[in-house]
Antibody, heavy 118, light 113 residues
Framework: QVQMVESGGGVVQPGGSLRLSCAAS????????MHWVRQVPGKGLEWVAV????????HYTDSVKGRFTVSRDISKNTVYLQMDSLRVEDTAVYYC???????????WGQGTLVTVSS | DIVMTQSPLSLPVTLGQPASISCRSS???????????LTWFQQRPGQSPRRLIY???NRDSGVPDRFTGSGSGTDFTLKISRVEAEDVGVYYC??????????FGQGTKVEIQ
């Protein structure tokens, strides 16, 4: 069955870096894109980034452009979110969510918590 | 960017009674391909979001038929015909017509009164 498992979250100081992973199973990234969506605990959902099924086309929300990079490793069926120059306001649970062929996100992972604090 | 506005933000409901959530977009969500990319998600306490409805009114597999999505243009509604205890949570609408960015509504918290 379709499943995504995120990992890589943790506590980091402002200005630091983290790399999140989203390991997919039950489908291949050759055929599906992947979104990253974040949620400050107790707050709403915010779209962060997407990598399309071709692996080359990527989009980011304005607040993370130039700081976050989405990529993938087809051999591992895994998507990554490299987060640099982290800010306190990046603190959130980060979810990966599969893009259903132009329709939008369908399946979601369980999320990984990123805390940016000194 | 398209702004999505949900109402109400809090919805106390009685078990077995209907509930309705509104989602309005700042621009029409009709895509040039003729589709309207409006999605509804449910997030139960402590869980990840789960998709309920896509393209306005298409119910996902396994979603009870008491959930119905409707609407067009800029005005959309999620209705629960008879609320059950397992429906407690926060409901979000999402537009995927004009991107980036994909934009969510603020969320509507459904609780049993």
């Amino acid at each position: 069955q379709v499943q995504m498992v995120e990992s890589g979250g943790g506590v980091v100081q402002p200005g630091g870096s983290l790399r999140l992973s989203c390991a997919a199973s039950g489908f291949t990234l050759f055929n599906f894109g992947m979104h990253w969506v974040r949620q400050v605990p107790g707050k709403g959902l915010e779209w962060v980034a997407v990598i399309w099924s071709d692996g080359n086309l990527k989009h980011y929300t304005d607040s993370v452009k130039g700081r976050f990079t989405v990529s993938r490793d087809i051999s591992k069926n895994t998507v990554y979110l490299q987060m640099d120059s982290l800010r306190v306001e990046d603190t959130a649970v980060y979810y990966c969510a599969r893009e259903q062929l132009g329709v939008g996100p369908d399946y979601w992972g369980q999320g990984t918590l990123v805390t940016v604090s000194s | 960017d398209i702004v999505m506005t949900q109402s109400p933000l809090s919805l106390p409901v009685t078990l077995g009674q209907p509930a309705s959530i509104s989602c309005r977009s700042s621009q029409s969500l009709v895509h040039s391909d003729g589709n309207t990319y409006l999605t509804w998600f449910q997030q139960r306490p402590g869980q990840s979001p789960r998709r309920l409805i896509y393209k306005v009114s298409n119910r996902d597999s396994g979603v009870p038929d008491r959930f119905t999505g409707s609407g067009s243009g800029t005005d959309f509604t999620l209705k629960i015909s008879r609320v059950e205890a397992e429906d407690v949570g926060v409901y979000y609408c999402l537009q995927g017509t004009q991107w980036p960015p994909w934009t969510f509504g603020q969320g509507t918290k459904v609780e049993i009164q």
